[in-house]
Structures are given as C-alpha cells and as structure tokens.
C-alpha cells in the first residue's frame, strides 16, 4: 500500500483561527509515524498538470487559483470559510497531484490501494468555483483521470465526510460512467445532497439528522449505498476520507467514533476486493478535532492495509 503526500500541503495556511490548518495534516502524519505502519510504501506527490485540472474545472477556475495566491505572510480571501496563503497554489497542485499518481499506482499494478495524506481538501470543489476550504476538487481529478487516461467504464465515489460532497455532485451529475455515493448530516453546510438528487441515476446521497449516530450510519451504507456501490460494479473504488463525523468534531452534531471508520473503510475494501481487482485510492478531507482525527487516520489507514 502506499501513502502519497508533500510537504508543501503543510504550507497552504488560511490563519491561526481557521479549522482547516496545517495541525491537521501534521496529526495524520505523526498517526501514521509508527512501527505498524513501516510497510507503507511513501511516496512524495507530485503536482497535477493544468490539463489534469482542466478535465474537472474551468479553464477560468483553474486560472483564478494559479493567480490568486497572495504575497509571502498575507492571505486572499475566495469566500467566508475559503482562504488562501502564498503556499496554497503549491499545496493544491500537489494534493490534486497525489490522487492522479495514486490511481496511476492502483491501475499499473504498482500498488493494490493507496492513501493520500494532503490538503487543501477537494470535495466542496465545482466546476467553477473554489468553496468550503477547497480548491480544486482532488477526488473528481483523479476519477477523471482513471476514466480518460485509463479508460475505465466505472469508478465509484464514496463519500463518508460528514458534509455533502457538493462539487463532486456538480462535476459529475451527468456522468453516467461515475457513480457517487454520500453520507452525510442535513442540515448541514453546504446545504445540498437532497435523497431525491439522482443525477443520471448515478448519485445517491444519503441524509443523517443531527444527533445520529453508529446505528444510524452503518444502516444507511448496510441498507442503500453499499447495495448501490455493489449493484453498480466498479472498476476502481474511490474514497473521499472525512473524519468530521466524529462525535468530537467541532463541525457537526453526528456521533461517531473510531470504530465506525474502520467498518466502512473494511467494507469499501471488501467491495473493491470484489469487483475491482482490490484497488481503492482514498483520500483526506474533512475532520477538524486533531485526537479524533489522529484516531481515525489509524482506523482508516489500518483498515486499508489489510
């Protein structure tokens, strides 16, 4: 198994106050920094191309990132909650970058799954417009690739962050060869991920009521989006990784614990295991107590290298 990421995504800094800081790459990093994770095969990401970008965003999205990262100590400003630094273009380009070489790894045989510790995160990334910490949409990057450079016929998104993936909904709501699936809390930013969102037919989105907590979530994935994920037969198994359901995160009202990641992460094994020849790429989103999320990177990362 392998594990992508750079040092540059501890780089991107939105300021001292926002939730999505470079602390939290640094507890996922210092999870992973044990005996038990010697066999991870590191790799250092590299930065995804302007054409890799351009399969999922705008050519004027993708223009106002690369030119908007501010003088070296300022910050610019997208929206309330999206901030950039000096080193968030480079950030970006490497988290977005990670994804691309993971799928490269699974689909060549290189490595059965991987996990890309990186940020910004991605899945609140449309087309056309940067939103909710996130740049480029890293998860839409890398099923793109695997459809257009490898030719894969099915790629499955599952998306366990406690908030609605919407970018990832918005770039492939009529794209029949993607099938995404999503957990998350309504009401909740942003706001989106309706159950009657169906896209082609190939969006299920999954609500949870504040205060839900494992009971509830490993019913929705037993009883609707594993059965769709199986139904749909994916050739590749992708992971959009958020640990901010977690019943200590600062961001939401869900009620999970550790041990619910490692379920979903087991049976997303399980489902690449029999339909994709065993090769899943998962990578970070959400998650914002660092002790949570530290927990949950080693549920998450132990479950995969199984």
């Not at 003088?71 to 950030?91: F, I, K, N, Q």
């Not at 459809?147 to 990832?168: C, E, M, P, Q, S």
Request: charged share 20%.
């Amino acid at each position: 198994m392998r594990l992508y990421t750079h040092p540059a995504c501890l780089q991107h800094d939105p300021g001292p106050d926002h939730a999505e800081r470079p602390a939290r790459l640094r507890a996922v990093l210092q999870a992973l920094d044990h005996d038990r994770y010697a066999a991870l095969d590191r790799i250092e990401a590299p930065r995804a191309t302007r054409e890799q970008l351009l399969q999922v965003h705008s050519t004027a999205h993708v223009d106002h990132i690369l030119a908007s990262a501010p003088p070296e100590g300022g910050t610019y400003r997208l929206d309330e909650d999206t901030v950039m630094s000096s080193g968030s273009v480079e950030a970006a380009l490497r988290a977005a970058g990670a994804t691309v070489a993971a799928v490269d790894a699974v689909l060549s045989g290189a490595a059965l799954r991987a996990f890309c510790a990186v940020r910004p995160p991605g899945h609140h990334a449309t087309r056309e417009q940067a939103m909710g910490f996130c740049l480029f949409n890293n998860i839409a990057v890398a099923a793109m690739h695997a459809l257009g450079t490898h030719g894969l016929k099915r790629v499955a998104i599952a998306d366990f962050d406690v908030h609605h993936g919407n970018g990832t909904q918005d770039i492939f709501e009529r794209e029949p060869r993607v099938l995404f699936v999503s957990s998350h809390q309504s009401p909740l930013y942003p706001d989106s991920g309706r159950e009657d969102e169906h896209g082609v037919g190939n969006i299920v989105n999954g609500t949870l009521s504040p205060g839900a907590g494992s009971h509830e979530f490993r019913e929705l994935w037993d009883s609707v989006l594993l059965p769709r994920l199986h139904a749909f037969k994916p050739q590749l198994v992708l992971v959009s990784a958020g640990f901010d359901a977690h019943r200590n995160d600062p961001l939401s009202d869900i009620r999970l614990g550790q041990e619910d990641y490692a379920w979903i992460t087991e049976r997303l094994v399980a489902l690449a295991s029999t339909h994709a020849g065993g090769r899943l790429v998962s990578t970070l989103e959400g998650g914002y107590d660092l002790v949570a999320l530290s927990a949950c990177t080693n549920a998450h990362v132990s479950a995969l290298m199984v």
